[in-house]
Nanobody
Framework: QVQLVESGGGSVQAGGSLRLSCVVF????????MAWFRQVPGKEREGVAT????????YYVDSLQGRFTISLDNVKNTLYLQMNNLKPEDTAMYYC?????????????????????WGQGTQVTVSS
């Protein structure tokens, strides 16, 4: 069983920064791939960044690379998303997700519907 708890969202002006955190609570040791997704009302949940099990290879959506940085602290069991130079179009609910299956981690990493575990989300609002 895995529980994901996000925090760190808020309201900032364009050009500002936020760091989102996702604490991973689990009752068994298993490597999970993890990801950040975001969603605005009326649209599908879209991938932002993913990281392979154990903090391996990192992937970003092309449009966000350079502004967003995903990282994993295995000691603190916490996934982070550092967001810099935020833009109004970054306004969304941000979710962290986790899965242990190879088919998801290495095959469907951008498919929100494939991830088994989700956090409750944290709202990010960027004003112009």
């Amino acid at each position: 069983q895995v529980q994901l708890v996000e925090s760190g969202g808020g309201s900032v002006q364009a050009g500002g920064s936020l760091r989102l955190s996702c604490v991973v609570f689990r009752d068994t040791y298993r490597d999970y791939c993890m990801a950040w997704f975001r969603q605005v009302p009326g649209k599908e949940r879209e991938g932002v960044a993913t990281i392979n099990p154990g903090g391996g290879t990192i992937y970003y959506v092309d449009s966000l690379q350079g502004r967003f940085t995903i990282s994993l602290d295995n000691v603190k069991n916490t996934l982070y998303l550092q967001m810099n130079n935020l833009k109004p179009e970054d306004t969304a609910m941000y979710y962290c997700a986790a899965d242990s299956r190879a088919a998801v981690c290495f095959g469907s990493r951008w498919s929100a519907s494939e991830y088994y575990y989700w956090g409750q989300g944290t709202q990010v609002t960027v004003s112009s």
